[in-house]
């Protein structure tokens, strides 16, 4: 069901990613980068990509954004380490229990699904306690934008 909020533990996640400062916008680009660099490295890609949010709040978010100087982390979930390059590594995501939620729909819409996990968090008396991750399910080359789906990950204590 659409907005359901649920808890999952998520398991240590081994990945290729990247990181950087610039404006949204860039996980766009970034997320290409690393795909086409585990496919010249055969490093085997097992779920599809994500983001990594490092701004602790919506408006330091959308500050950060709006400035061009966001903490952009994108990551491919992969079988096992394989070449590195100064901006490419492969690192693990660290264990965390989640509350996680789906947003379906076009990526600029995703304010409303952020708001109905903060409410929930408020009103369960729960705490973020590291970076928010973003799944992409689908390829918005491939699918409508109506139809995109992300799962939106919070770490809580």
């Known amino acids: 069901m659409k907005n359901e909020i649920t808890i999952v533990d998520m398991e240590p996640q081994l990945v290729i990613g990247m990181r950087k400062t610039g404006p949204y916008q860039s996980i766009g680009v970034m997320i290409p980068q690393i795909c086409q660099h585990a496919a010249q490295n055969a490093i085997q890609m097992i779920g599809p990509p994500m983001y990594v949010c490092h701004e602790n709040s919506a408006e330091q978010a959308i500050k950060a954004d709006k ?8 990551a491919v979930p992969i079988a096992k380490r394989g070449k590195e390059t100064d901006e490419i ?56 934008q109506e139809e995109l789906l992300i799962e939106i990950y919070a770490p809580i204590e």
């Open 89 to 144: 590594k492969c690192y693990e995501l660290p264990a965390a229990k989640m509350a996680k939620i789906l947003h379906k729909g076009p990526y600029q819409q995703e304010t409303a699904t952020y708001e109905k996990l903060f409410a929930w968090l408020a009103e369960n008396n729960k705490t973020i306690t590291g970076p928010i991750r973003e799944i992409y399910l689908n390829d918005p080359h491939e699918v409508p």
């Open 67 to 74: 400035e061009g100087n966001a903490d952009v982390e994108v």
